[in-house]
């Protein structure tokens, strides 16, 4: 069963469910987003009542802002708990606290950071919203310096959010030890017998040893052989844990030199948002992951990577880092864009007059032309961005 919510849904997910005919829950959110009235629409009300009646049911949200719908209708069901272990950042620390014990973290009032004296505090450390989404107010803070920044920043003013509160709340922080490590992205789920099925492995790149945005994440045939196990075995006691079944995921980690795996997140009953990292493992792998889920299949990744050629596949979020505004902002020239990078798969344009973002591409890259990938990772796109006369 499918939650569709705002802000976005893609012609990928839609086209799923109609050709499986997957059921999709008719919420006045779901019906504004959705004119196609032939698909397996079903009522609230039977959604409701059939999710109640199933023994780990198969239900998948494409929106953090479905989560609202999960707890106000299936109190009845272990969801809500279940899902706020992972989406509460403070709960996940705790129920994962035996697993990693040296990892240290602590709880903080917004409006106890203003006074907040650094010398309390292990450097380096990563001070986040509890309730949070896209690195909205995320800091990593090495010194005195990164932390007054990250002071001046973190206030009511400075974070109201887009989202619902089930979504994003900036009232209550988490403190937490900095993890060394690349960090991966994985979509996952565990299956109607608890086991983990990995869906795709995703490299976060970043620009510096500060930076906490969500510009270029890739994923290849080497990424998935080199990880796939270890995260297999990382995630089988989580799922233990917290009894999870038919339960997909997106989870965030460091995995440091030796090998260590450190989870920094799990986002429950989801891939990646704004149908991201669901939707490229159909244009990287040929296998679509949202089908995979709801009809519990695995991966052949023999026979994914029988043809593969090392190519890279990268999800690419055009942020607004340029230091223009919005409102001084003409239009983003995306055929310019394309100019620099040698093949976009997809490209998808934002209101940049709503969102923080001018839009996302998918791209492939051959391996040996990573500085494609490098260059827009640091780049602040100012030379794409036409101003108002």
């Not at 059921?23 to 999710?51: M, Q």
């Not at 479905?66 to 509460?88: I, N, R, Y």
């Not at 038919?246 to 260590?260: A, Q, S, T, Y």
Request: aromatic share 14%; proline share 4%.
């Amino acid at each position: 069963m499918i939650l569709i919510d705002h802000p976005y849904v893609s012609d990928f997910l839609l086209k799923t469910i109609k050709e499986y005919s997957f059921e999709i829950v008719s919420t006045p959110e779901a019906k504004s987003l959705i004119t196609d009235d032939s698909l397996n629409w079903i009522s609230e009300k039977e959604a409701t009542h059939k999710i109640v009646n199933t023994v780990n049911p198969l239900v998948y949200t494409n929106s953090e802002n479905s989560l609202a719908w999960v707890f106000k209708h299936l109190k009845a069901t272990p969801l809500p708990g279940q899902m706020q272990l992972f989406k509460d950042k403070l709960k996940f620390r705790e129920l994962t606290q035996d697993l990693f014990p040296d990892f240290l973290f602590r709880k903080i009032k917004i409006d106890e950071i203003q006074t907040l004296a650094i010398d309390d505090l292990q450097l380096p450390f990563v001070i986040k919203p509890s309730l949070g989404f896209f690195s909205i107010g995320v800091h990593i803070v090495q010194n005195k310096s990164d932390w007054y920044a990250a002071q001046k920043e973190l206030t009511v003013e400075n974070l109201k959010s887009i989202y619902p509160k089930e979504v994003m709340d900036a009232s209550t922080f988490i403190v937490e030890d900095y993890l060394e490590g690349e960090e991966f992205a994985v979509d996952a789920y565990f299956n109607a017998d608890g086991e983990v099925v990995i869906l795709n492995i995703l490299h976060h790149k970043f620009s510096s040893s500060t930076d906490v945005g969500d510009r270029v994440y890739s994923t290849s045939q080497s990424i998935i052989r080199n990880y796939k196990e270890s995260l297999e075995i990382f995630l089988k006691p989580i799922g233990e844990k917290a009894n999870l079944k038919n339960f997909p995921l997106h989870l965030e980690v460091r995995i440091n030199e030796e090998g260590i795996i450190m989870p920094i997140e799990i986002n429950p009953l989801r891939f990646g948002g704004w149908c991201t990292t669901g939707d490229l493992s159909w244009y990287a792998f040929k296998f679509n992951s949202y089908r995979y889920f709801i009809q519990n299949k695995k991966p052949d990744w023999e026979e994914v990577f029988k043809n593969d050629k090392g190519e890279i596949y990268s999800l690419v979020l055009l942020d607004n880092t340029s230091g223009f505004q919005a409102s001084e902002i003409s239009y983003f020239d995306f055929d310019k864009l394309q100019q620099d990078l040698e093949h976009i798969l997809v490209n998808r344009t934002f209101d940049f007059n709503k969102y923080p973002a001018f839009g996302l591409l998918f791209t492939k890259t051959r391996k040996g032309n990573e500085k494609e990938l490098n260059d827009i990772l640091i780049s602040n796109l100012s030379k794409y961005i036409v101003l108002k006369k």
